[in-house]
C-alpha cells in the first residue's frame, strides 16, 4: 500500500462526449491538494471516435477489439513523458451504464497501460461501488471536496460538470473529510451536452454548437421543455445517473423545431435539469461552480445564471481548470485508492457503506 505523504499522480479521462482523453499531474497525498500540474489534451481522430462510437453500448466478453485498441493507444499517447510521475490514474471509456441491471463498463486495460507506462496504474475505479449496491457514478464528488478546501470555502458550496452528461456535486467543507455524513450529495442532473452534440451532428455534420452560436439564434420552445420536464428522472431522489443516451427522447421532442430553436431548447432542458436537480441540496449553496465543455456554450451559462437563487461561475474564477478537472480527480483517485482510503459514499452513489473502488497493476520487473 502507498505509504501516506506527497506524490505526483497523473489522472486521464475519456468522457461521454468522446471528444478525447484529457491527462493531467496533481500533486496530492490522497487528502489534501498540493497543487496542480502539467496537462495534455490527445483528440481521437474522426475514424477513432467512430470505432468508440460503434461500441457504445457494449459490455464485457463482446466484440471490442478494436475499440480497445483506441482507448490504448490514445491514454498511453496523452499519458507518456510526464515528469517525475509516482501512479496513474486511468478512468477508461465507459461504454455502458445500467446500475441497477448489468453493471457499468469502462472499457480500458490497466494493465497493459501500467507496461505502456512503465508506472502503477489504478483503474476499474466504478465496478467495485455498483457491486456493492451504489450507482457507480459520480465518483468526482471526493475530488470536489478537497476542491472546495483548496479553493479556501468555508461554507456549502456546488459544483457542476456539464459533459455529455451533466453532474453536481453539493459539499459542505466545515465536515472533517469527504466520508462524513453529510459533508457531499451528487448526482448526475441530466443530459448536459451529449443530445446538443447529436443534434449538430444529425442537422449540421458538426461536433458540437461552438460557443452556442446557433444556440443563440434561437428561442425557447416551452411546451417541449415542459414535456421534458415531465420525466420521472427529476423527481426522483438521489442517488441517481445516468448512461449517455438515457434521454434519447429528448431529440424527439425537437424533432419538429427548426434548428435554432432545437439548439435553444436543448440547452434549456439542460439548464432546468440542473434547476431541479438544485431542489436536492440540503441548503442552498453559496455558489455554483461549472466545469466541463458545457460551461463554453454562453447560452446554457446564461440560463443557468437567470434559474439559479445562487452566483454561478465557471471554476476558472477559484483557480481551478474546468478542462482537466476530470483527469485531476482521477489522479486523486487513484493516490487514494492506492492508500486504502474510500472514494465513494452513501451520499455520493448510494452505496451502503464507503467504497474504496479501483484496481492496480503494476508493470512487471
Ligand atoms: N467552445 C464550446 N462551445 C460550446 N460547447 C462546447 C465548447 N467546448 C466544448 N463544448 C461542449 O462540451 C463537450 C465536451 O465536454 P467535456 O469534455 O466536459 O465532456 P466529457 O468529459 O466528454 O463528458 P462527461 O463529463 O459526461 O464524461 C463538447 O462535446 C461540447 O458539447
Ligand atoms: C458512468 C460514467 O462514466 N459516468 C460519468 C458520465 O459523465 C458525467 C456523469 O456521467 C458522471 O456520472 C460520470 O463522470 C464523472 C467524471 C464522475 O464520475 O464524477
Known amino acids: 500500500m502507498l505509504q501516506a505523504g506527497m506524490v505526483n499522480a497523473l489522472g486521464a479521462m475519456s468522457g461521454t462526449s468522446l471528444d478525447g482523453v484529457d491527462a493531467a499531474l496533481i500533486r496530492t497525498d ?3 491538494i ?11 481522430s474522426d475514424s477513432e471516435r467512430a470505432v468508440l462510437r460503434a461500441a457504445l453500448g457494449r459490455w464485457p466478453g463482446e466484440d ?23 501512479i496513474a490514474g486511468f478512468h477508461g471509456q465507459t461504454l455502458a451504464h445500467e446500475p441497477g441491471g448489468r453493471g ?33 457514478a459520480p465518483l468526482a464528488p471526493f475530488f470536489h471536496f478537497a476542491c472546495a478546501r483548496w479553493i479556501g470555502a468555508d461554507q456549502p458550496v456546488a459544483f457542476l460538470n456539464l459533459g455529455g452528461v451533466g453532474n453536481l456535486t453539493w459539499v459542505d467543507p466545515r465536515h472533517p473529510g469527504p466520508e462524513a455524513a453529510g459533508a457531499l450529495l451528487a448526482f448526475d442532473t ?3 451536452n451529449a443530445p446538443l452534440n447529436d443534434l449538430m451532428q444529425e442537422r449540421r455534420g458538426l461536433p458540437y454548437d461552438a460557443d ?10 416551452e411546451g417541449a421543455l415542459e414535456l421534458f420536464l415531465d420525466e420521472g428522472y427529476f423527481l426522483k431522489m438521489p442517488p441517481k445517473s445516468l448512461d449517455r443516451n438515457d434521454f434519447s427522447l429528448m431529440l ?17 432542458m439542460a439548464a432546468s435539469a440542473v434547476m431541479r436537480g438544485m431542489e436536492h441540496c440540503p441548503a442552498p449553496p453559496a455558489a455554483l461552480y461549472v466545469t466541463g465543455g458545457g460551461r463554453h456554450n ?58 474504496g473502488g479501483g484496481e492496480i497493476s503494476h508493470p512487471a520487473g
Open 30 to 32: 490522497g487528502v489534501t
Open 64 to 86: 471490442l477489439g478494436a475499440a480497445l485498441a483506441v482507448v490504448q493507444r490514445a491514454h498511453a499517447e496523452a499519458m507518456a513523458g510526464f515528469d517525475g510521475v509516482d
Open 34 to 44: 498540493e497543487g496542480f500540474g502539467a496537462h495534455r489534451y490527445r483528440a481521437y
Open 212 to 221: 452556442g452560436a446557433l444556440s443563440l439564434r434561437g428561442e425557447v420552445v
Open 298 to 355: 454562453p447560452v446554457m451559462m446564461q440560463m443557468l445564471g437567470v434559474s439559479l437563487d445562487c452566483p454561478v461561475a465557471p471554476v476558472e474564477a477559484v483557480g481551478l481548470d474546468g478542462d482537466m478537472l476530470e483527469a485531476q480527480a482521477f489522479a486523486y483517485l487513484a493516490v487514494r485508492v492506492a492508500r486504502g482510503l474510500p472514494t465513494s459514499a452513501p451520499g455520493t452513489t448510494g452505496v451502503r457503506a464507503l467504497v
Open 190 to 192: 441530466g443530459p448536459a
Open 252 to 268: 424527439d421532442l425537437v424533432r419538429e423545431l427548426g434548428d435554432a430553436d432545437a439548439a435553444a431548447t436543448m440547452c434549456a
Open 104 to 136: 457499468t463498463h469502462q472499457l480500458g486495460d490497466g494493465a497493459a497501460l501500467a507496461e505502456a507506462l512503465r508506472l502503477p496504474v489504478v483503474w476499474d475505479f466504478r465496478s467495485s461501488d455498483v457491486r456493492l449496491g451504489g450507482q457507480g
